[in-house]
């Protein structure tokens, strides 16, 4: 199937930042964007601000994602946005890893799961995560903490997942560059509005597109 005409979008972590930007961009473009975010009053008025829906998700709390999924039958595009950056060694016991693999990992990945019998039935699909240069092995494995590691995984579950998927639905991977946000910091370069232009890119690719990929500034790059 081709894409339909207003495709319905979930991005999770969307009360600012990127993911703010993700979803005002996609809503622009004419889908119906659900904005999800674990503070409710944030998400509510971020949602209000934008004009699209509202949903509380708290990706350490399945049933808050169960719930969303499955009250609206699913979504046509998942935007695994939501992050966290602790850099606390993983030796020690500061270290946030179980929360960096719940939120960066398992979380996009239960919901992947929760989306699939509605892209069985639709034919269209796509599915895009935030990562980032600081999960690639190609670079180093620089993230620091459970940053890095939580990335690294999400980029093989990028890579493992286009063959099990229904036929129709991409999975891509992007590291949006250095924003600033809460977790780029103030000193970054970019906007999040341009850290918005990769993701929102793959999010609406085309049926010739790739899939399986890691991206930045829309070009492949190394995992
Ligand atoms: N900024 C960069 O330079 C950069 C570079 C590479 C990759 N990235 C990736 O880009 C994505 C967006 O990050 P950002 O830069 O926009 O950072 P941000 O402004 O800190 O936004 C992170 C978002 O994730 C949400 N979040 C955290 N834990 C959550 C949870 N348990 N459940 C639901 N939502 C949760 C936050 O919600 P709260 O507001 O409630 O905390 C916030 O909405 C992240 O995946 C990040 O790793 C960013």
Redesign the pocket.
Known sequence: MTRPLHPTALV????????RAIAAALKARGCAVTL????EA?GRKAAADLGVTFAR????DPDSYFDAVTTTGGFDILVN?????NDASLLSPKSDFDLAME??VNAPLDLIRLNVPHWRDTGWGRIVN?????GAHAQGLQGPGAYGIA?AALNALTRALPRDLPAGVKINAC?????A????GSG?PLT?EQ?ADTPIWLALLPDDGPTGGFFRNRQPIGW
């Open positions: 999770t972590g969307a009360n600012r930042g990127i993911g999800a975010a674990r503070n944030e998700i708290d990706l350490s946005n939501a992050g966290i950056l939120v960066m935030l990562s980032s240069g600081w990335k590291d949006p560059g250095w924003v946000t809460r977790i780029g970054a999040p850290g």
